[in-house]
């Protein structure tokens, strides 16, 4: 069975840290790009960090320097590892894999999507 499942997400105060993780199924783990995007209440999905089956990273300019996208082989388990967390980064958190050969800054370019978890930053 196909299947992304996020963990990981919680309450935190404003500059504080938090890991998520993001547990894959094989089929998807070998996909071309997996990512992290998020989607705050009222405003449209946005891709925070993808990694490339070659370990291209790229990361949205809000939170460079801040998030770490990052894969353990051998555990299939997709991580983002959260700094310095602001209020403005609170949203659901979803991980997503696209089996194609681009790894697209739109939703609608993956194919494969968890569950979400929530991410709340208070100041």
């Known amino acids: 069975q196909v299947k992304l499942v996020e963990s990981g997400g919680g309450s935190v105060q404003a500059g504080g840290s938090l890991r998520l993780s993001c547990a894959a199924s094989?089929?998807?783990?070998?996909?071309?790009?997996m990512a992290w995007f998020r989607q705050a209440p009222g405003r449209e999905r946005e891709r925070v960090a993808a990694?490339?089956?070659?370990?291209?990273?790229n990361y949205a300019d809000s939170v460079k320097g801040r998030f770490t996208i990052s894969q353990d082989n051998a555990k299939k388990i997709l991580y983002l590892e959260m700094t310095s967390l602001k209020p403005e980064d609170t949203a659901m958190y979803y991980c997503?894999?696209?089996?194609?050969?681009?790894?697209?800054?739109?939703?609608?370019?993956?194919?494969?999507w968890g569950q979400g978890t929530q991410v709340t930053v208070s100041s």
């Open positions: 094989t089929y998807i783990y070998s996909a071309y790009c």
């Open positions: 997503a894999a696209a089996v194609g050969s681009y790894c697209s800054p739109s939703p609608a370019g993956f194919s494969y």
């Open positions: 990694i490339t089956k070659y370990s291209t990273t």
